[in-house]
């Protein structure tokens, strides 16, 4: 019966063991041989399990356990010490408490001791399982409820709050490891079981109650990162519609002044004085050049042509060399919002960079598209230069700013809305020459495209 017992409990753990490694699957890249390495991390937990619920003190199996499936995580996913420390730190902990739950419940029922229901080899597979219900429970709970996807990729973004959240939840574990070595002393009074139910109820509550918050707090960065992206591309538009409005203006004056001249052309064209006729259209085109500002456009979109003008005279406060040629294709899917999501962090970024420049000469930012009309995928490249050297973090440039929380989220953004729209985000850091490329791969509707163009441009018939 106790082999039995046994036995169900390891397959419990070992359900709860690959659920949690599985479920990582869909907020972080994998690595090479991630099955080879998968399949040896079940093993080794198994093992681990059997060993620890029958011989090993949890005092000691804890560590120990939190070391081991730290390193499974770093072996099988692409993630940064902090997220590394809060889920093999969840793992555990959460393996712990519901312990903590259970085994003192049995021993107020039983009129024991803990120790004595760990040596009974009937009553503690009973807890074992139990402890497993439990902890799959809320295993399930706290990731359908409190970290969807939807809501935790925001927060493992942020290093502050999982920093937080991550140290919190080890202190805790510890603080409880130091409560229970009140049972190898005798510590078997049934108040002692009950603080030991209570602190690890409290510490379920406190653990979903934090990580809520992060995620909260983690959700309202990016809110307000948004709000200012969006209110500094109100002030663009503003101050491009300014400027075409001091060229509409300006060229309104000088038509007054051109239909003048045209009439004074005539007459003197009329009565054979070219020369004079000569010099007043060199006049008007000096006239044309001083008065009317030249416009360039550098996109056919209207709000990201504004975002490129907007970089432009930001590069010409900078002494910064910038070239753009962007052309949105019929069909795209775009929106506004995700115009301004992306380029507004994409040019910022590369206008940041260019900044850290010391030689004028070096500086520049290049921003080219290229629409494949056969396959319908649109890329949009912006190198820049950079000063400096770049660290990549799961595919993300680490920022340098002191509140990198706040900051570092642009290029999270960028990628998060490019894959939103069917398309993916490459970076590419040449370190020796000191070159930046960010290339955007965003699909384009074919069909909508193909038939935009035939309408405009009719086949001629046979």
């Known amino acids: 019966m106790s082999f039995l017992l046994r036995f169900v409990a390891e397959c419990l753990f070992t359900m709860y063991s690959v ?6 699957r869909r907020n972080f890249l994998l690595k090479r041989n991630h099955l080879i390495l998968f399949l040896v991390s079940a093993v080794i937990n198994l093992s681990f399990s059997a060993t620890w619920g029958l011989v090993l003190s949890s005092h000691y199996g804890a560590p120990v356990l939190l070391l081991i499936v730290l390193l499974e995580l770093k072996g099988l996913y692409q993630m940064n010490p902090m997220q590394l420390l809060f889920e093999s730190g969840y793992f555990v902990a959460v393996l712990y408490w519901g312990r903590g739950i259970v085994l003192p419940a049995f021993a107020l029922i039983l009129n024991h001791s803990v120790q004595w229901v760990r040596q009974d080899k009937f009553y503690y597979p009973i807890a074992w399982i139990l402890s497993l219900c439990m902890i799959l429970v809320y295993n399930m709970l706290f990731r359908h409820f409190i970290t969807p996807k939807a809501k935790v990729e925001t927060f493992y973004r942020s290093n502050d709050q999982i920093r937080f959240v991550a140290v919190f939840q080890v202190c805790i574990l510890g603080y409880l490891l130091f409560i229970s070595l009140g049972r190898y002393y005798g510590a078997d009074l049934p108040w002692y079981n009950m603080v030991c139910i209570i602190s690890c109820t409290i510490c379920f509550a406190a653990q979903g109650l934090l990580v809520n918050r992060g995620i909260r707090t983690s959700s309202l960065l990016k809110y307000e990162l948004h709000t200012e992206l969006q209110q500094q591309q109100m002030e663009r538009q503003l101050r491009h519609y300014k400027a075409y409005q001091k060229y509409t203006e300006s060229f309104r004056a000088f038509k007054q002044d051109y239909n003048q001249m045209i009439s004074s052309v005539k007459s003197l064209l009329y009565i054979g004085e070219y020369q004079k006729a000569i010099g007043l259209l060199d006049t008007i085109h000096e006239k044309s050049n ?9 996109s056919n979109n209207i709000l990201l042509d504004a975002l490129l003008q907007d970089t432009a005279d930001r590069c010409e406060e900078q002494s910064t060399q910038f070239s753009a040629n962007v052309y949105l294709p019929i069909g795209h899917n775009i929106s506004e919002s995700d115009i301004v999501r992306m380029f507004t962090n994409l040019f910022n970024n590369a206008a940041e960079a260019c900044a850290k420049v010391t030689s004028d000469s070096e500086r520049f930012i290049a921003i080219r598209s290229r629409f494949v009309s056969h396959n319908g995928w649109l890329k949009i490249e912006t190198t820049n230069s ?6 990549i973090r799961n595919g993300i440039p680490v920022s340098t700013k002191p509140n990198r929380d706040f900051h570092g989220l642009g290029l999270s953004i960028i990628d998060e809305t490019a894959t939103k729209l069917g398309g993916i985000m490459v970076i590419d850091v040449d370190q020796k020459e000191m070159i ?3 290339t955007l791969l965003l ?10 163009e035939t309408r405009i441009c009719p086949s001629t018939p046979a």
């Not at 659920?19 to 990582?24: A, D, G, K, T, V």
């Not at 001083?290 to 550098?298: L, T």
């Not at 950079?386 to 660290?391: A, I, Q, R, S, T």
């Not at 699909?443 to 935009?452: A, C, G, L």
């Open 443 to 452: 699909p384009v509707n074919i069909q909508r495209w193909n038939k935009k």
């Open 386 to 391: 950079f000063h400096g050297k770049v660290l």
């Open 436 to 438: 930046f490329r960010t």
């Open 19 to 24: 659920s949690f490694l599985l479920y990582h």
């Open 290 to 298: 001083k008065q009317v500002p030249v416009q360039y456009s550098y």
